[in-house]
């Protein structure tokens, strides 16, 4: 293995670390946002299933995303984009904005 396929290699590991942490993350929200928001479990359940259910359909997506614009953009835009997203979801003063 050269130095280019351990960059590679390096890369792709942290990229995909950064996502499932941000994707597990999601849950652990949930005790606070029930707290927060006087909802139903009901209501939290759904909108954190949803939310689970958009990033595998945009896993089905994202194969094509990689051979039209490379595979080095699309991770870097998925974790500016998640990293954003968990930025709006902290300053979220209502459950809409979750």
Same mark, same amino acid.
């Given at each position: 293995?050269?130095?280019?396929?351990?960059?590679?290699v390096g890369f792709a590991t942290i990229g995909?670390?950064?996502?499932?942490?941000?994707e597990l993350a999601i849950p652990l929200f949930i005790v606070y946002w029930l707290d927060d928001f006087a909802v139903s479990a009901a209501v =939290? #359940?759904?909108?954190?299933?949803?939310g689970l259910a &958009? =990033? #595998?359909?945009g896993a089905i997506v994202?194969?094509? &995303?990689?051979?039209e614009y490379g595979?080095?953009?699309?991770?870097l835009a998925a974790i500016v984009g998640m990293g954003g997203s968990f930025l709006l979801i902290g300053i979220s003063p209502r459950l809409e904005g979750l």
């Open positions: 293995m050269n130095g280019n396929d351990r960059a590679i995909h670390s950064m996502f499932h942490l941000y =939290i #359940g759904t909108l954190v299933g949803g &958009l =990033i #595998g359909l994202s194969g094509v &995303l990689a051979d595979s080095k953009r699309l991770m």
